[in-house]
């Protein structure tokens, strides 16, 4: 890359971080222009980052939304701590996200003291600006940052302080690109996404998926998506009675997938146990989290 061209680009990463339900998938949805990220009223939806590309000219902003910060009960939560702790130290710019209506947010020091002091900037952002009455939004905002994903308030003004604080450098990423993980991954999550809405209350956080094939060039595009529960009992729950539960989550999966990817798509979905794979390396591993070199317990 010539130097005059180097020297007038910016690119850096922006990192979204909050407790479970502060709204982060959804602004980063809105912030790259397409649904990446899975979008449930459920807490705890996101379990690894999910990275989004937005690219303005010559300011490319590489978004990773975290999962949820809380306290860790079991190794899953351990590891997504842990990477949610190193996203922040590699971060160029911080949006702590915490919704305008819970009032005063305590400090992410507080939410996440594992952290330490980040040598990134950092800006408060209220979200769900839209729920809470206009009369009351500069009360509660005072000198932070109010935004709505959904109606696009603030949202000029949070990329406008994403693109100021950017380093000088290239591109690392084509202007097309929205992502930097594969077709594979988000196939997984859309199923996932889909037995978030489908299932009861406990049983999405038993559940993972894995897209076992992904056959690129077939017509249609054939996807095999297992999803994975930790007890025999629970198979029955994610199939439903004549099959109803598992065809209504593969239609949706299905739908969202080809609108993603803009061609037809053969989703074969199937259901199998891999007991207690939430505390087990192993089982982690495959599921595409980076385990710390000791077994799973």
């Known amino acids: 890359m010539p130097d005059s061209v180097r020297a007038s680009t910016r690119c850096g990463t922006v990192v979204l971080a909050g407790r479970p339900n502060a709204g982060k ?11 990446l990220a899975i979008v449930s009223r459920k807490p705890q939806t996101t379990r690894q980052a999910v990275i989004g590309i937005r690219t303005d000219e010559h300011i490319q902003l590489i978004f990773v939304d975290l999962p949820g910060l809380l306290e860790p009960s079991y190794l899953m939560q351990h590891i997504m701590l842990d990477e949610a702790v190193a996203a922040l130290r590699r971060a160029d710019a911080v949006l702590y996200l915490h919704p305008l209506a819970e009032g005063t947010p305590p400090p992410l020091t507080d939410v996440l003291p594992h952290a330490g002091v980040l040598r990134a900037p950092c800006r408060t952002v209220l979200t769900k600006a839209d729920l809470v009455p206009a ?7 005072e000198d932070r940052l109010a935004v709505s994903a959904r109606s696009g308030e603030g949202l000029d003004a949070l990329l406008a302080w994403c693109r100021d604080r950017m380093p000088p450098g290239p591109l690392r990423h084509d202007p097309e690109d929205l992502s930097t993980q594969p077709l ?4 997984a999550e859309f199923a996932r996404e889909a037995a978030f809405h489908h299932l009861g209350a406990e049983l ?25 529960v930790e007890r025999e009992s629970q198979k029955g729950m994610v199939i439903g009675k004549r099959g109803r539960t598992i065809k209504a989550i593969g239609s949706d999966t299905r739908a969202r997938l080809e609108a993603f990817l803009g061609t037809p798509v053969y989703l074969d979905l199937w259901v199998k146990t891999l007991a207690k794979w939430r505390s087990d ?6 599921f595409g989290f980076s385990v710390p070199g000791t077994k799973g317990q």
């Open 184 to 187: 594979r991954f988000f196939a």
């Open 25 to 35: 998938s959804t602004l980063l949805n809105r912030l790259v222009g397409e649904p």
């Open 135 to 141: 009369e009351r939004r500069e009360a509660l905002a």
């Open 281 to 286: 390396a192993t089982a982690l591993r495959r």
């Open 204 to 228: 999405p956080y038993a559940l993972a998926a894995e897209t076992d094939e992904f056959r690129e060039g077939s017509q249609p595009l054939y996807i095999r998506v297992i999803l994975y």
